[in-house]
């Protein structure tokens, strides 16, 4: 492994009150606006059902998403989501509405109204889509159900590799980066799609595999008689300062091709993005500032011996 940073050994778990505390307002902070202001999530028609056109015109568009959304709106089809896919020059919108019907006459209203909007400026039909409230509905339970088994067989995974303490130390962030990646969704309105559930899975994986790489030093100077010469703190900030190269390299990997992505990606898939940006922050610091503070807090009650 590469060793750009060598003996360091800087106090992590110093500042760990503070990390908790920070993560805990972004999360109670994301929950609170999430009812109180927009009054509950805000699932894309992926997990409630409605309808998806995408358009190819003729002549540019991009500069008239206002009048698009007005026509959309009068149509009484609720707050639209308008989107360019692909390039520019292109010329492709994607609209999105939930409102719902058979077959596809929510479709065919939509495309009736921007042709009579826009007579002078044609347009091909390249996607039609209709998601039915029930497979919407089922969507959302079987992604919850989903995220939930995932995070079991993390905790067998890691319990039966390391030892029950280290599987819970471990699993606990999770749910942490999970939620902070969507928080920015909770705060802001934006729609959670198949795209942002997909988005957090990957944090998932970025995530616990930073945790098994720390926790796997940590065992490995537990059974060097680690606790003998220093205690738990001491340890565990040591063996984050022996894996510090590598932690700085997989992430600055991971981080920079999030950034271009969310930055150049386009909104076609500013979802998947904007949770990765921000899922990939929290995975960063939940080991060293979630993961390990719970391994501290079980060794007081529960005294770890390998």
């Known amino acids: 492994m590469i060793q750009f940073m060598k003996d360091t050994k800087y106090d992590f778990l110093k500042y760990a009150r503070i990390a908790i505390t920070i993560s805990i307002s972004i999360m109670v902070g994301a929950i609170l606006v999430m009812f109180l202001v927009h009054g509950g999530p805000n699932f894309s028609i992926d997990f409630v059902g409605g309808t998806v056109v995408q358009l190819k015109f003729e002549k540019?568009?991009?500069?008239?998403?206002?009048?698009?959304?007005?026509?959309?709106?009068?149509?009484?089809?609720?707050?639209?989501?308008?989107?360019?896919?692909?390039?520019?020059?292109?010329?492709?919108?994607?609209?999105?509405v939930k409102k719902k019907a058979e077959g596809s006459l929510v479709g065919d209203q939509l495309r009736v109204a921007i042709q009579k909007g826009y007579p002078d400026n044609k347009f091909e039909l390249r996607r039609q889509e209709q998601v039915g409230p029930k497979i919407g509905s089922e969507l959302r339970s079987d992604a919850i159900i989903m995220i939930i088994l995932a995070l079991l067989a993390l905790l067998v995974y890691v319990g039966f590799r390391f030892s029950l303490p280290f599987g819970v130390a471990a699993i606990i962030p999770l749910f942490h980066d999970s939620c902070i990646a969507i928080s920015p969704f909770l705060f802001f309105d934006y729609e959670m799609s198949l795209s942002t559930l997909a988005a957090v899975l990957t944090i998932v994986g970025?995530?616990?595999?930073?945790?098994?790489?720390?926790?796997?030093?940590?065992?490995?100077?537990?059974?060097?008689?680690?606790?003998?010469q220093k205690n738990l703190a001491e340890l565990l900030n040591w063996s984050i300062n022996q894996t510090l190269s590598r932690t700085i390299i997989t992430s600055l990997t991971v981080f920079s091709v999030v950034t271009f992505l969310f930055i150049l990606g386009g909104t076609s898939i500013r979802d998947f993005s904007l949770t990765m940006f921000v899922g990939t922050i929290a995975g960063v610091y939940s080991t060293v500032y979630i993961a390990s503070p719970i391994l501290l807090w079980w060794n007081k009650r529960w005294p770890i011996t390998r």
């Open 60 to 96: 540019a568009v991009r500069g008239d998403m206002g009048k698009i959304r007005a026509i959309v709106a009068a149509m009484n089809f609720g707050n639209p989501e308008i989107k360019t896919v692909g390039p520019v020059t292109h010329n492709e919108l994607q609209i999105t």
């Open 206 to 228: 970025f995530s616990i595999n930073d945790t098994i790489v720390i926790f796997d030093r940590v065992r490995e100077n537990l059974r060097g008689g680690g606790l003998r």
